[in-house]
């Protein structure tokens, strides 16, 4: 991405400069409507911005794609509540010049999604699993995921994390994945892009996200001066989410999940504070 700019619900996303690379599993994550999931559109060719230019291997999107697939799945389903999985493979054949018949109905049964239910009397976790049977049975070079993972039970949500792993094997693939669940993919993300009001707030992998966001507790007259991120008052006393890269002098600073700095990260602060 090249000084992106996308226009959207009060909004504006960006500019955004951004390389992402082959063999790479990227998460977007940030507060719902702060452009993680507008970005993926953007990628995918459904939205075009308002400035800047977004390109693959130094080839526009339109030029991209004439050789190769990219593979979008939207956080709610595309696909018509009448259809079944016979008519979404005539769909997905005629759409995709790389699709494999025999693969979407290989992970349909891997699924357990009924052969020939309508889409209508899927639950909404069997319709995420088969809009991703579809992104994997399309063989795209790139997969851009919108929320995969939400509201999936245990197994759906092992099966999803497999079937990305088994598509990065061969490190010529990407995956960029929107979610508000970065804790799933902890395990496997090489990166985790955190947008805040259209802005990239940081570009790190996981473990670097642990090291960097780091908890302060104490009295509310003794809040440090530099690098709170977050802040709120609790019933004995203040927390605040301190960012050790802006100030890395203060100790006794608790250790926080990936999970619980995304949590902080986007919870109301209750006292007001600037932002160092």
């Not at 339109?62 to 009448?82: L, W």
């Not at 947008?195 to 966001?213: L, S, T, V, Y």
Request: hydrophobic fraction near 40%; avoid cysteine; charged fraction near 25%.
């Amino acid at each position: 991405m090249n000084e992106l700019i996308k226009e959207r619900d009060a909004i504006t996303i960006g500019p955004l400069n951004l390389e992402i690379h082959r063999g790479e599993l990227v998460l977007l994550a940030g507060k719902n409507g702060k452009g993680k999931s507008t970005t993926p559109k953007v990628m995918a060719g459904i939205l075009e911005p308002n400035g800047g230019s977004i390109t693959y291997e130094g080839l526009a999107y339109s030029e991209y794609i004439r050789n190769h697939t990219v593979a979008y799945m939207p956080d709610k389903t595309p696909f018509p509540s009448e259809s079944n999985s016979y008519t979404i493979h005539d769909m997905l054949s005629v759409i995709y010049r790389t699709y494999d018949k025999k693969i979407w109905y290989e992970k349909l049964a891997n699924y357990k999604i009924p052969i020939g239910i309508k889409v209508s009397d899927l639950s909404k976790g069997q319709s995420r699993m088969l809009m991703f049977a579809a992104v994997q049975a399309v063989n795209a070079d790139v997969w851009l995921l919108d929320e995969p993972t939400l509201g999936l039970d245990t197994t759906s949500l092992n099966d999803t994390i497999t079937g990305i792993q088994d598509y990065l094997i061969d490190e010529s693939k990407t995956v960029v994945v929107a979610t508000n669940n970065v804790e799933d993919f902890e395990r496997i993300a090489d990166r985790i892009i955190y947008f805040k009001e259209g802005q990239i707030q940081f570009d790190a992998a996981p473990i670097e996200i642990i090291e960097r966001f780091k908890l302060w507790q104490g009295d509310a007259d003794n809040v440090p001066s530099e690098g709170v991120i977050n802040i709120w008052r609790q019933e004995f006393g203040t927390q605040a989410l301190i960012d050790t890269h802006i100030n890395n002098s203060l100790e006794n600073l608790e250790l926080l999940s990936l999970e619980k700095i995304m949590y902080f990260l986007e919870r109301k602060p209750t006292r007001r504070f600037t932002t160092q």
